[in-house]
């Protein structure tokens, strides 16, 4: 009877713990919370900026299910745009994991999909250029930073409509919540300050010093006590207590165009992953003396990064590569590499996404968003790739049909200094030059660079048509209307 009992107890238990809402061990839940093993229930999501489209992965075999198309690739966004999204980038998910909230920074929204069916529950509209989304703990709001605005827009969890504002300083970059589900953290794009406000009663509860005016991305451990986040524009990273008085605790140097982070729970203990896209590598931080453990090279560009529900992998999103990179966190080595649509942005993992069926309605293949260009770029002094960790400028030409977006990450130039990406008539960026791009780099002197137009069937003459006039890609100086000596040129 008793050995009936406890058996029965034992059934009872873990059929409670299935009919729980899904939650992790690993971000964004909290540490007591069991890891979940990796399924075919599970997907892995990216938001892919020029395709306009959500790449859907299933992380038990690292396929692609297929795209969910939110909107046109260009120029179809030239004219009045009644239907569909533009530059889709930033992506959280609601606690239950059956809603994926999906912010388009062109049109000002957040798409809300139902992850069982890939459907489009809502589309909420916000102010200028929103970047990031997240629902709270409870799952009762989804706090939206509106990078072209000075708010967070808080939107109900269920109705999807707007509540209330927080208004904080100007450039809202991304926001996160305490494990605890206590405290929201919204770091800046334009200032140099992360607010800390009190998810109850909305009030900014506390303020920490960013060593940079641009975050883009920010990540709290599951175990409640530190918050890690990005500075782009200076290639490092910061630590600060996740509790008051929120102290900071370290600045750690990363490399040009350091991007997302994010934390890892597995046997070797507690990790931070960023991405860092100037070198094309992800790094590895222990939380408890910061030290680095590990770098792993990946392919171009590097972006958001979001862990498995057990921590045995991360999934990283190549911007300048339309693929995703995953890593095994034990061996912290790429095991595999997943093709997806154009130019990832923000990646999530939402463990038990799809509690039946196989997952592919309302999905697309592949398509035109799986077709691309790769070039790279060489320093003119030495010949050699553009920056001391030997990592080149790598450019990427996205098809948009007839025409294509082309993505620069550019490296090795001198800090904040004024710059222009031109096409010449030669190899060595000499004789006839036509502009495609100014720009200035950040502090770390690297920069994205983005230009529009038939590119690629100058400057890959085997991709275009018989009678095309070779051109070659070069960056030069560029102050007060005069362009200086070449400085980089199209490796061939």
Partial sequence: MKTTSIAATTLAALMLAALQPASAGQVPGLQSDPDI??????????AEQFSNTVSVIDPADNHLVGLVRLGDPTPANFSPLYHGQVLVHGMGFSPDHRTLAVVSIGSNSVTFIDTQTNAIKHVSYVGR???????????NEVW????????????????????TRITVPAGPGMQIFSPDGKYGYVCSSF????????????????????ESPFCPDLAATPDGRQVWFTLKDVGKIQVFDARPPFASLTTIETGPITNHVNIVRNANGMFAYVTVGGLNQVKVFRT????QVATIPVGNLP??????????RVYVGLENDDAMTVIDTLANKVIANVPIGQAPQAVAYVPNAVPEGDGTAN?????????????????????????????????????????????????????????????????????????????????????????????????????????????????????????GAVVQVQAL
């Fill in 37 to 46: 093993p990796i399924t075919h229930r599970d997907r892995v999501y990216a």
């Fill in 129 to 139: 250029s929103p970047h990031e989304a997240f629902f709270t703990r409870d799952g």
């Fill in 144 to 163: 939206v930073t509106v990078r072209g605005e000075n708010y967070v827009d808080v939107l109900d969890g269920k109705t999807f409509k707007e509540k």
């Fill in 191 to 210: 200032n140099p300050e992360i607010e800390v406000i009190s998810v109850a009663d909305h009030r900014i509860v506390g303020k920490v010093r960013q």
């Fill in 288 to 291: 408890d003396d910061f030290s």
């Fill in 303 to 312: 972006h958001g990064i979001w862990p498995s529900g057990d921590g045995s």
């Fill in 363 to 483: 999905t697309q293949p592949l398509g035109l968003a799986g077709q691309t260009t790769h070039l790279a770029m060489k320093a003119v002094a030495t010949g050699k790739p553009a920056d001391a960790a030997g990592v080149p400028t790598t450019v990427t030409l996205f098809d948009q049909g007839l025409i294509q977006v082309l993505q620069a990450a550019v490296t090795g130039l001198e800090p904040r200094q004024p710059y222009v990406l031109c096409l010449s008539d030669k190899p060595d960026g000499s004789g006839t030059v036509e502009p495609l791009a100014d720009f200035m780099t950040n502090g770390a002197g690297a920069a994205i660079v983005t230009a529009l137009g038939q590119i690629r069937q100058l400057v890959a003459p085997e991709t275009g048509a018989a009678g095309d006039r070779r051109r070659y890609l070069m960056i030069a100086p560029h102050v007060a209307g005069k362009r």
